[in-house]
């Protein structure tokens, strides 16, 4: 039995399109590294599983976890505040619209993207950069980040020195209900944040591997080879792959 799959281009019909420039690249690898260390601290601090004998201050143990936990969170949030930036002044792979679809093409797409994950279509539409559906998760995982953050730096704010410049943070909360909300909040968030990361890097590899256009490795190199028919119809090559539909 042999396994009707999509034929893989060659390689003339192929275009090498620099699509993620340097900043997208940095921000999204330390994002990603500074999420692990944060998952890691922060469980131990929700959760201090680890118990050490005699006084706390001879081991500190918790307050090395925090440390960390603190560190890494500089490094989340000025990394998502740069990219948010970058979302501003980066080329228009990068830009805002791509994340929150305000344009009728990128909201026609939305629906065929949702059918090549669900087996309805046999290819997914031609976008070059991220394809709406992925665009419009990645605009809910920076409102996580942003509530990872609101929620962080509020609780932060409430337990620091009073001289301290971080006590302007306690405005955020009230904001986000109260600190024992906050708590909830950011640790929910972090699950919800893993339920994404796990489905991204498993569509990630499917969509490599399919599209065998170099998308994992574009978060590296920034290149993407994608069919030239792509750029010519810039998204609209989906309408055509109805004809594809089902089979
Ligand atoms: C903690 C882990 C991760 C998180 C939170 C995460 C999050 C994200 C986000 C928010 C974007 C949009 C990037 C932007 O426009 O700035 C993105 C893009 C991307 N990520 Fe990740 N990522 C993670 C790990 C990974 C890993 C391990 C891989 C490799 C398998 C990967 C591959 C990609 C690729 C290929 C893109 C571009 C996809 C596209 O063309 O739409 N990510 N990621
Ligand atoms: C995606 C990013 C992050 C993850 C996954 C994460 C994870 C966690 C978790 C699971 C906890 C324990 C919550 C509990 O059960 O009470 C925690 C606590 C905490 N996190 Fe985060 N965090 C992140 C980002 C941040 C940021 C940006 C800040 C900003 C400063 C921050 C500051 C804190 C503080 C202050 C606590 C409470 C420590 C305490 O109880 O004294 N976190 N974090």
């Known amino acids: 039995m042999t396994v009707d799959s999509p034929a893989i281009p060659s390689p003339e019909a192929l275009a090498n399109v620099y699509v993620w420039e ?5 921000c999204h690898w330390l994002i990603a590294g500074s999420i692990w260390v944060l998952s890691i601290t922060g469980i131990y601090i929700g959760n201090p599983m680890l118990v050490s004998s005699g006084p706390a201050g001879g081991n500190f143990l918790m307050g090395t976890a925090k440390l960390i936990h603190f560190y890494a969170a500089i490094v989340f949030t000025l990394s998502v505040l740069s990219r948010v ?7 228009k792979y990068a830009a805002w619209d791509k994340f929150i679809p305000v344009r009728a093409i990128r909201r026609k797409g939305l629906g065929p993207t949702l059918g090549y994950y669900l087996f309805t279509l046999r290819r997914p539409p031609g976008f070059v950069g991220h394809n709406p559906l992925a665009g419009l998760t990645y605009s809910l995982v920076f409102a996580c980040y942003g509530v990872m953050m609101a929620t962080g730096l509020g609780m932060y704010a409430a337990s620091a020195h009073v001289d301290s410049p971080m006590r302007l943070f306690t405005f955020f909360v009230p904001l986000v209900g109260g600190l024992q909300t906050a708590h909830w909040l950011h640790h929910i968030v ?22 065998a256009n170099g998308t994992v490795e574009s978060i590296f190199s920034g290149h993407k080879f994608v069919p030239r028919e792509d750029l010519v119809y810039s998204g609209y090559r989906f309408i055509d792959r109805h004809t594809h539909r089902g089979g």
């Open 22 to 26: 340097w900043p997208v690249r940095v």
């Open 85 to 91: 930036l970058w979302m501003l002044v980066g080329n």
């Open 190 to 211: 972090m699950w919800l944040l893993w339920m994404f990361i796990v489905h991204h890097i498993y569509s990630a590899i499917l969509m490599s591997q399919v599209e």
